[in-house]
């Protein structure tokens, strides 16, 4: 470390340190103290942003268990899907639709879910209750394609059940036997399913 006799020598040191390094120090400070002030602004904001998005959410689903009106849960569904609320909102309002009789709307909303939402699993979910609704629309050959693209294998146990519900319908009671079977293989203490299986042979004749 360089060493100073006096201290002339260590204040013209200092001087000619700040001449030589002063406004770079300066604006590193000032550069720093942007990134960190804006990095807070963004993040406050992303922290406002999803605490809106839960409360249109709260308030959306008081709203549709209480039964006031259909507004609120429409705005949270037509809202930004990436929150995540939209999509929850989606598969509630489905619900609410299929409770009231209303299958197209039912299916319109998980439709809307199947195809917008950003998280894969909800996906999945969608497209396993509107397989439900198109087969109790009675439009078994859509909720059969419908049901067919849900690949992920944890709703294996459903997504079988569903197949054999399909094939029921159809009156092709093979290929019903073989999807409850495969069903049952995944959720083996599923007592509707089971008897799902044993009144196919009743069914069959």
Do not use: C
Not at 47 to 76: G, H, R, W
Not at 196 to 204: I, W
């Amino acid at each position: 470390m360089e060493q100073f006799a006096t201290e002339e020598q260590q204040v013209e040191a200092i001087k000619r340190f700040w001449s030589e390094h002063g406004t770079s120090l300066i604006v590193g400070a000032v550069l720093g103290l942007a990134g960190l002030f804006g990095w807070q602004y963004y993040s406050d904001s992303q922290i406002a942003a999803k605490e809106s998005a839960s409360q249109s959410y709260q308030a959306a689903l008081e709203s549709l268990v209480n039964d006031e009106n259909s507004k609120p849960i429409e705005t949270v569904i037509n809202s930004d899907s990436a929150t995540g609320y939209a999509n929850i909102a989606g598969l509630l309002a489905a619900k609410q639709a299929v409770d009231d009789g209303n299958l197209d709307t039912a299916a319109t909303y998980l439709n809307t879910v199947a195809t917008n939402a950003v998280d894969e699993s909800l996906k999945q979910v969608a497209k396993v209750r509107l397989a439900r609704v198109q087969l109790a629309q009675q439009q078994p050959e859509k909720a059969l394609s419908t049901i067919e693209s849900v690949k992920d294998e944890a709703f294996t146990a459903q997504v079988e059940e569903i197949k054999g519900d399909i094939f029921a319908a159809q009156g092709n009671f093979d290929k019903a036997r073989i999807a409850y079977s495969s069903a049952l293989e995944k959720d083996i203490n599923n007592r509707l399913l089971q008897m799902k299986l044993d009144n196919l042979a009743v069914t069959a004749g």
